[in-house]
C-alpha cells in the first residue's frame, strides 16, 4: 500500500551525529504514523521512535530518550530521526514503518508487530 524508503546511514564515530530520512516515493505519508525500528547483529527488531500524523506527538524508547529527535517534514513527504551522542550500541539496520491498524495516524506501541510496509533499511555503523 505504502512503500517507504530509509537513507542517511553510514559510518559514524560515537560522539557524533546521524540524520536518518523515511520517504514514501510515489504515496503521501501525511495521513500516516511513522515509527523508526533497528535491529543490530543478532538481536530482534527493536523500536525507536514514533511521531503521529496531525498533532506531532512523538514516542521514544529508552534506550534514546535524550538523545533523539523525530520530525517530519509534509512539503518534502519526509520523516526525520536524528541521533545524537551516537553509541556502539547504537550499530543497527533502521527501518521505518506504519501502523498496521486503523488509526494510522496515531502511534501505536512501538512494537514491530504492531507496524507494516517496511522499508530496505539503512545501516549505522558506530565505531572508530
Known amino acids: 500500500q505504502v512503500q517507504l524508503v530509509e537513507s542517511g546511514g553510514g559510518l559514524v564515530q560515537p560522539g557524533g551525529s546521524v540524520t536518518l530520512s523515511c520517504a514514501a516515493p510515489?504515496?503521501?505519508?501525511?495521513?500516516?504514523?511513522i515509527g523508526w525500528f533497528r535491529q543490530a547483529p543478532g538481536k530482534e527488531r527493536e523500536g525507536v521512535s514514533c511521531?503521529?500524523?496531525?498533532?506531532?506527538?512523538?514516542d521514544y524508547a529508552a534506550s534514546v530518550k535524550g538523545r533523539a529527535t523525530i520530525s517530519r517534514d509534509n512539503a518534502k513527504n519526509t520523516v526525520y530521526l536524528l541521533l545524537n551522542s551516537l553509541k556502539p550500541e547504537d550499530t543497527a539496520i533502521y527501518y521505518c514503518?506504519?501502523?498496521?491498524?486503523?488509526?494510522?495516524?496515531?502511534?501505536?506501541?512501538?512494537?514491530?508487530?504492531?507496524?507494516?510496509?517496511w522499508g530496505q533499511g539503512t545501516q549505522v555503523t558506530v565505531a572508530t
Open positions: 510515489r504515496s503521501s505519508l501525511d495521513g500516516y504514523a
Open positions: 511521531i503521529n500524523s496531525a498533532d506531532g506527538a512523538t
Open positions: 514503518a506504519v501502523p498496521r491498524d486503523r488509526p494510522y495516524y496515531y502511534c501505536s506501541e512501538l512494537r514491530e508487530d504492531e507496524y507494516n510496509n
